[in-house]
């Protein structure tokens, strides 16, 4: 029997959170696949929920991380996409059935059969490990090519922030120039829909619940507007006026105020999770012809047209890079929304250091 090849990772044990260093089995490689040398790895709200289990579907040990950049080490006798050394990036899924409605209309995000890059498992019962790890293998068909204009460390919170954003925009009409966007939150999701936004031409109004956030909003980020939402006067002189609004927010909304903003056949498109439940009045929807749809992540076809606009258009996350000594540190300043406005993990430096790579 062939001897498996072990990895090296930080892995949460207990609903506590606390990552560690931890050695797994990787996944045996199929003809199909490609093995990365993991180089950087953002943090997203779903890694701190899941490895604290805070959504109750924790499968410990849990490897976090599911924005992932690397360079291809090996690929299997069947993979026609990349070449050892390329620079990939993988996201959110790490399998799909493929041959479902949704698969076949290149919405692999929605399919029944989905596989997470992490705290899931495959058919065949192994399971998956995230990108807080030295090496990660991929069905090549869930990698996409990174630009080279792009930075290494900036591109991760991409794969999972910029596509959640980028997605929506693309399917409702709003990568026209002139159009006006809201934009509910200014967080790791939020920041992005700002520059993508911008990027497409539009005009982007920020709605927040913190006043100080303005100056980055427009200064730092580009947004055309501010508005508060506990402001009466600003929500009374934007009402109306919106194409349409993203809401990044995690937390509870009420949303009769927002879609007060919304132009005749406006749609708040949900982005953001939250288990606590919508608060909406149907005559709100009902009156303006209006409409609350959802959006998770994007299919793979979309994930590379969004990474070839980044590359164009220079689209890139404000990120603070940090070393996995302390992603710990990183994960309780993430929970108390102390980052501005994305982690990233050098997971090179951790494990590849001597390696070459």
């Known amino acids: 029997m062939e001897e498996e090849e072990m990895a090296h990772g ?23 696949d490609i093995t990365l040398k993991v180089l950087y790895c953002g943090i997203c709200l779903t890694d701190l ?11 410990y040990p849990v490897i976090p991380g599911h924005e992932i950049v690397g360079v291809v080490a090996q690929v299997g006798r069947e993979v026609h996409k990349f070449k050892i050394g390329d620079k990939v ?60 204009t792009l930075p290494l460390y900036k591109v991760g919170p991409l794969l999972c922030a910029g596509i959640t954003v980028y997605t929506p925009m693309k ?54 507007s501010f508005i508060v939402i506990s402001n009466v006067e600003q ?26 903003l919304l132009k005749t056949h406006g749609k708040i498109i949900v982005v953001g999770t939250s288990i606590k439940p919508m608060e909406i009045s149907s005559f709100d929807l009902v009156s303006g012809g209006k409409s609350i749809v959802g ?7 979309v994930a590379q047209e969004m990474m070839e606009f980044a590359g164009e258009h220079s689209v890139t996350p404000e990120v603070e890079v940090v070393r996995m000594q302390d992603v710990n540190l990183a994960m309780e300043r993430l929970e108390k929304g102390d980052v501005r406005y994305r982690f990233v993990v050098d997971v090179a430096n951790a494990f590849h250091h001597s390696r070459g790579v």
């Open 10 to 32: 930080w892995a949460a044990r207990d609903s506590t959170g606390v990552l560690s260093p931890f050695t797994f089995p990787l996944r045996a490689m199929k003809g199909d």
């Open 49 to 59: 929920c899941t490895i604290k289990n805070y959504w109750r579907n924790a499968n």
């Open 89 to 148: 990036g993988v996201g959110y899924m790490a399998g799909a059935c493929r041959s479902c409605d949704n698969c076949r209309a290149d919405d692999e995000n929605y399919c029944p059969e989905l596989v997470r890059v992490f705290n899931s498992f495959y058919p065949d019962g192994s399971k998956t490990y995230g990108g807080f790890a030295d090496t990660v293998v991929v069905n090549e068909h869930f990698a996409v090519r990174v630009p080279e």
């Open 171 to 224: 399917q409702h009409g709003l990568a026209q120039p002139g159009k006006h966007l809201g934009v509910v939150g200014l967080g790791g999701l939020g920041h992005l829909a700002v520059k993508f936004g911008k990027a497409f031409g539009l005009r982007v109004t920020i709605i927040s619940s913190t006043p100080h956030k303005e100056k980055d909003a427009v200064e730092l980020l580009g947004a055309d």
């Open 235 to 260: 929500m009374k002189a934007a009402a109306g006026t919106m194409d349409h609004i993203i809401s990044t927010s995690a937390g509870a909304l009420s949303l009769s105020p927002l879609v007060a």
């Open 295 to 301: 959006s998770m992540i994007g299919g793979m076809k």
